[in-house]
């Protein structure tokens, strides 16, 4: 069926944050990492409940009809329990660098006895859209199937949940997250919805028995019905996940490898204002050295030093060891009645 909601509005400060993502900057967030799923109570939490694992990696996608596309492949799996339920999920994402997604497959079993419970919601993009997929099948009895689609119109700058996760590390990695960071995004009933982002600053977290420095992020996924789902998630330097946690859950996924902090890298102060690109062409002054330097380097003479001596001494002040033209050695001559370096 076709939905008749309100289209969330992808800011621009959303938009321009998504054009600014390199693949460079990607590169770096594609790897695979594993945390621990533990209780939410005290200390201590080396006793795992289950385990949650995600990786980002370079796949190629193909429809019928179409070539294939270079994506980065989102995959993640989890495995906890749930209300004293086992529970299990899976994501699996097809992302493109601008962070668009082609196909996403989300599935979840509460493994109730005698009958399990299970649900998928596929989505995949198409020329007029997306179709929202979503299936409930509950022990033995027939699937309930249910679909939404939505117009391309409807679609700009949708972030879905594979998305997300990348969107994640790249924050993670540049130490900040711009204010007004608000994306389209799909809730887990197939409805549109906003998804926002904010850091919550650099605070420090214990990882086995060590401490450290983290970044910590929310994202916060808002309803048409007001009713908010709140994720906290930190992480070091390098992108890496040290805990991440939905708000008000008995649950949280936890780094208890102390390893991964020996190459996490450190925090760098943010600057108070922008860099500002240096144009050397525009400048007369910088063009100039340059131009000087250029030359130096181009005539590549037998006597680098003596070569230099000569050629920079016009450029400095008569007190500096280059004052003299004359001298057939770059090197100052010791002082009057100061003895020779080597004490002859």
Not at 95 to 114: D, H, I
Not at 137 to 144: D, T
Not at 161 to 176: D, I, P
Not at 202 to 219: N, P
Request: charged share 20%; aromatic share 8%; net charge negative.
């Amino acid at each position: 069926m076709e939905s008749g909601q309100e289209i969330p509005a992808l800011t621009d400060t959303a938009a321009e944050f998504l054009s600014l993502i390199g693949l460079k900057e990607l590169e770096h967030c594609l790897f695979a990492e594993t945390l621990a799923v533990v209780g939410t109570g005290d200390p201590p939490r080396d006793k795992a409940e289950g385990q949650w694992w995600m990786a980002a990696q370079w796949a190629p996608y193909k429809r019928e009809g179409e070539p294939v596309r270079n994506c980065i492949l989102v995959q993640a799996r989890f495995r906890g329990w749930q209300d004293g339920v086992p529970r299990c999920s899976t994501l699996k994402a097809f992302v493109t660098p601008q962070l668009e997604t082609l196909e996403q497959e989300e599935q979840e079993c509460l493994e109730f006895r005698p009958y399990p419970t299970e649900k998928s919601t596929h989505m995949v993009s198409h020329q007029h859209g997306m179709t929202v997929t979503k299936t409930l099948q509950e022990g033995e009895a027939e699937p309930q199937c249910q679909s939404f689609s939505y117009s391309q119109a409807e679609l700009r700058g949708l972030l879905l949940e594979g998305a997300s996760l990348l969107l994640l590390r790249v924050l993670a990695r540049r130490h900040t997250v711009p204010p007004g960071l608000i994306f389209p995004a799909i809730d887990t009933e197939g409805h549109l919805c906003t998804s926002s982002y904010s850091a919550l600053g650099i605070q420090r977290q214990a990882v086995g028995s060590a401490e450290t420095e983290v970044f910590v992020m929310e994202r916060a996924m808002h309803t048409s019905t007001g009713i908010s789902t709140v994720w906290q998630s930190s992480f070091l330097p390098n992108g890496r996940l040290v805990q991440m946690m939905q708000v008000g859950s008995p649950t949280l996924m936890l780094l208890q490898d102390e390893s991964i902090l020996s190459k996490s890298g450190g925090f760098e102060p943010q600057l108070p204002f922008p860099k500002e690109p240096l144009n050397w062409e525009e400048d007369v002054q910088l063009c100039s050295w340059f131009l000087d330097r250029k030359a130096l380097l181009l005539q590549q003479p037998q006597d680098p030093i003596s070569f230099a001596a000569e050629f920079f001494a016009h450029q400095r002040p008569m007190d500096t060891p280059f004052a003299s033209i004359g001298s057939a050695s770059p090197l100052p001559s010791s002082p009057p009645d100061h003895p020779p370096a080597n004490g002859e």
